[in-house]
Nanobody
Framework: QVHLVESGGGLVQPGGSLRLSCVAS????????LSWYRQPPGKQRELVAS???????NYADFVQGRFTISRDNIKNAVHLQMNSLKPEDTATYFC?????WGQGIQVTVSS
């Protein structure tokens, strides 16, 4: 059973940046597709970005050009660099490793 631990969330002003990290306790981390999802207050969970085992990246339209997903197969980690944050980016962010989920981490964008 995989265990995922997210970190790096918090409160940031509009226009600011945060870097989320997720570390997975699993063998063969490098073969899995990794994703970040988010769930805004009162809304459904939605895909933010994903990265395949070969490093191919996919982004939701609402984060194109602002967020960057990356992976570190040595440290079993996936990161989400979030720049130019907007209030509508406020959500609980979840790390996903092919349908195994982290506990979620809160990101709040507010002045």
């Amino acid at each position: 059973q995989v265990h995922l631990v997210e970190s790096g969330g918090g409160l940031v002003q509009p226009g600011g940046s945060l870097r989320l990290s997720c570390v997975a306790s699993i063998k063969w981390f490098n073969v899995y597709t990794l994703s970040w999802y988010r769930q805004p207050p009162g809304k459904q969970r939605e895909l933010v970005a994903s990265i395949s085992r070969l490093g191919s990246k996919n982004y939701a339209d609402f984060v194109q050009g602002r967020f960057t997903i990356s992976r570190d197969n040595i440290k079993n980690a996936v990161h989400l660099q979030m720049n130019s944050l907007k209030p509508e980016d406020t959500a609980t962010y979840f790390c996903d490793l092919e349908n195994s989920w982290g506990q979620g981490i809160q990101v709040t964008v507010s002045s």
